[in-house]
T-cell receptor, first 117, second 111 residues
Framework: GAGVSQSPSNKVTEKGKDVELRCDPI?????LYWYRQSLGQGLEFLIY????????KSGLPSDRFSAERTGGSVSTLTIQRTQQEDSAVYLC???????????????FGPGTRLTVT | QQQVKQSPQSLIVQKGGISIINCAYE??????FPWYQQFPGKGPALLIA?????SEKKEGRFTISFNKSAKQFSLHIMDSQPGDSATYFC??????????FGTGTKLQVIP
């Protein structure tokens, strides 16, 4: 079956513009996660969804970042008024559930490389 | 208390050698410890995972060793191959909360 897909694969934007990043999880996966990976760095948790609800938004770096998920499927991460420090690879992952051991069996998409000039 | 410390940051191993990556955690509530493998341009992929009720888990050439009292766990790659060259992330967490990832180890296996 299809894996997690993300679009666009690359995005170059000017400082101050808004961007939307999209994630299509694996069909049937109720949990969806967003991470940020800066060059040579580890994975920074941003937010996760169980269904359409986001129980934990603690990782969002600022109020310029927001995410939504509709229909328990596709999710969009929006960054408003982008700054150069937002440049990174944004990774999306999904899992069957956000509880228990299944929360650790996350399947990652290929990421969106965001460059803010 | 949510940190997972991973070392080394980078590692070069000869083909056929043993690659060892170490992680340490503080939060005693953590009870699941997965490792992820990431190739350039790809997202991480789950490699192997361990629960703290066992001290070792082996899958093929990959072994996780777990020391609960020291709050440390490590990944051993036996007979390392050039195809193992990737970035490896350890992770940890309690089974009901978000995963905390280590900072990653870039492994290069040279022929």
């Amino acid at each position: 079956g299809a894996g997690v897909s993300q679009s666009p694969s690359n995005k170059v934007t000017e400082k101050g513009k808004d961007v939307e990043l999209r994630c299509d999880p694996i069909s049937g996966h109720t949990a969806l996660y967003w991470y940020r990976q800066s060059l040579g760095q580890g994975l920074e948790f941003l937010i996760y969804f169980q269904g359409n609800s986001a129980p934990d938004k603690s990782g969002l770096p600022s109020d310029r970042f927001s995410a939504e998920r509709t229909g328990g499927s596709v999710s969009t991460l929006t960054i408003q008024r982008t700054q150069q420090e937002d440049s990174a690879v944004y990774l999306c992952a999904s899992s069957l559930e956000a509880r228990g051991l299944q929360a650790y069996e996350q399947y990652f998409g290929p990421g969106t490389r965001l460059t803010v000039t | 208390q949510q940190q997972v410390k991973q070392s080394p940051q980078s590692l070069i191993v000869q083909k056929g050698g043993i690659s060892i990556i170490n992680c340490a955690y503080e939060n005693t509530a953590f009870d699941y410890f997965p490792w992820y493998q990431q190739f350039p341009g790809k997202g991480p992929a789950l490699l192997i995972a361990i629960r703290p009720d066992v001290s070792e888990k082996k899958e093929g050439r990959f072994t996780i060793s777990f020391n609960k009292s020291a709050k440390q766990f490590s990944l051993h790659i036996m007979d390392s191959q050039p195809g193992d060259s990737a970035t490896y992330f350890c992770a940890a967490g309690p089974a009901y909360q978000k995963v905390t990832f280590g900072t990653g180890t870039k492994l290069q296996v040279i022929p």
